[in-house]
Structures are given as C-alpha cells and as structure tokens.
C-alpha cells in the first residue's frame, strides 16, 4: 500500500519535469527561430544599414552644426567648408574665394 501512494507523487513530479523541459526547449526554439530570422533579415536587409553608418561617420566628422553668415551675399555657410579670413582678429567666414576677395576690397 506505501508504495502506492509513492507513485502518484512520482508521476506528478515528471509531469512538472516534462513540462518544464518542454517549455525550456520552445524558450530555446523561439530564441533560436528569432536568431535565424535576424540572420536573414540582416543578409536581405544589409545593405541600407552601410551607407546609414557611413553618413552618420561623415557627420560626426563635420560637425556642421555652427553657420557662419557671409557678410557679402547674406549666405549662410557651415564653418567646416566656408572661406575664412581674419579681419581685425576676428574670423569671417565666407561662401566662396570671390566673396572674400569682394570683401577686401569693399
Ligand atoms: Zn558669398
């Protein structure tokens, strides 16, 4: 008779066993489904990731965040790719090497 109120509790515990592992094992599943999928998604999709990187290295090499005004033509024009030249110690940024010249000699 002890022996058969042992099984119940046996059989319990491998049902919460079987049922754990199963669970485990479709964790794992969809883990790795998520990976394959990612995997593909990244070869069919790889190329606009390059040129994104690329223009946000470009950037972050310019830093075109300041605008200088050229005091000739009104035109504003990134610090990075201006015309410069020191007048009474300040710099003055201009568009181009012919706003400059225009500029001395004004
Ligand atoms: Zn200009």
Redesign the pocket.
């Known amino acids: 008779m002890g022996a058969s109120r042992e099984a119940p509790i046996v059989f319990l515990m491998r049902f919460i066993l079987i049922n754990f592992v199963r669970l485990l094992f479709l964790v794992v599943l969809v883990m790795v489904l998520r990976a394959a999928f990612g995997y593909v998604a990244r070869a069919l999709g790889g190329r606009p990731a390059g040129p994104v990187s690329g223009a946000s290295a470009a950037g972050g090499r310019g830093s075109s965040g300041e605008l200088k005004k050229?005091?000739?033509?009104?035109?504003f024009?990134s610090v990075q790719s201006s015309v410069k030249k020191t007048i009474d110690g300040e710099v003055m940024h201009?568009?181009?090497a012919?706003?400059?010249d225009?500029f001395r000699a004004a």
């Open positions: 050229d005091p000739v033509c009104g035109v024009v201009f568009c181009s012919a706003c400059r225009k």
